[in-house]
């Protein structure tokens, strides 16, 4: 277990291909009123800030950050890892882009979530050089987490299983048994199971779950070094095979009260 937070309010994103580096927001009171956008290394080499905002994560060869920007018009944005300058990308006609982005593997396009003028959300693809941007959820359902093999995207709604949406226009189909709150963390290197945690369990199991069968195992138990005062942990990111994960935990160590009107 290594601390690769920067000040006090760090949020991991993405891990990087090769394992190396993790994506995180700071949020914290020195980087002013936007969130900073930062990379480091699991050496303990310094943070690279790499912009201001939210990010998603990582481009499948880790060249590029996707950052999902609330300005108007409503657009996306590639920060580079490294020389280079922010690439936006135009998406014309939709009223508000939500969080959840993600680069399919073959690195040339994007699932976002967003919704068009007095429509409900739903999730789409859009190519990095730009286009029209196409659904691939219906209405209401929200699905942007990508398997390896580029064949399918994978979420959960409110109140809804979890599904997966091929990405080729065919039927989508609700993974057995996933009715619980589960929060997606990854795809496992074959494209056959995901990785899925629930909110509030200190300590965190990482459960596997085959995607065609529902069985679940136990894939990692995530322990903060100090638990004391671990209200949350949340958000984990994954790498493919479920080796290593970054996770961001909310810890609170001492609380004042002031009580008024006693008699």
Not at 75 to 82: E, I, M
Not at 101 to 126: C, M, W
Request: aromatic fraction near 8%; charged fraction near 15%.
């Amino acid at each position: 277990m290594q601390d690769l937070s920067w000040y006090d309010w760090s949020i991991a994103k993405d891990i990087s291909p090769d394992g190396q580096w993790v994506l995180f927001e700071e949020s914290s009171e020195p980087t002013g009123h936007n969130d900073a956008i930062a990379i480091r290394k699991i050496d303990g080499s310094p943070p690279i800030q790499l912009g201001e905002g939210t990010v998603e994560g990582l481009s499948p060869d880790g060249k590029w950050a996707l950052s999902v920007s609330q300005d108007k018009p409503a657009h996306l944005t590639l920060l580079p890892v490294g020389p280079g300058q922010p690439v936006q990308i135009a998406l014309d006609g939709f009223e508000h882009l939500q969080s959840g982005a993600h680069f399919l593997t073959d690195g040339q396009h994007i699932v976002f979530n967003g919704n068009q003028p007095g429509r409900p959300a739903r999730s789409y693809v859009v190519s990095i050089s730009g286009g029209k941007a196409l659904p691939i959820t219906p209405e209401g359902m929200l699905a942007t987490v990508p398997s390896p093999n580029g064949k399918y995207v994978a979420g959960v709604s409110v109140g809804r299983p979890i599904s997966v949406y091929p990405l080729n226009g065919g039927a989508p189909r609700a993974v057995p048994g996933s009715e619980l709150p589960y929060i997606l963390c990854g795809w496992s290197a074959d494209s056959k199971a995901l990785y899925v945690y629930l909110m509030g369990e200190v300590p965190m199991k990482i459960e596997r779950v085959d995607i065609t069968t529902g069985k679940t195992t136990i894939a990692r138990e995530l322990v903060p070094a100090d638990r004391a005062g671990v209200v949350s942990i949340a958000p984990v990111a994954t790498n493919r095979d479920g080796s290593e994960f970054a996770y961001s935990y909310y810890q609170t160590l001492s609380v004042l009260y002031v009580i008024s009107g006693l008699k």
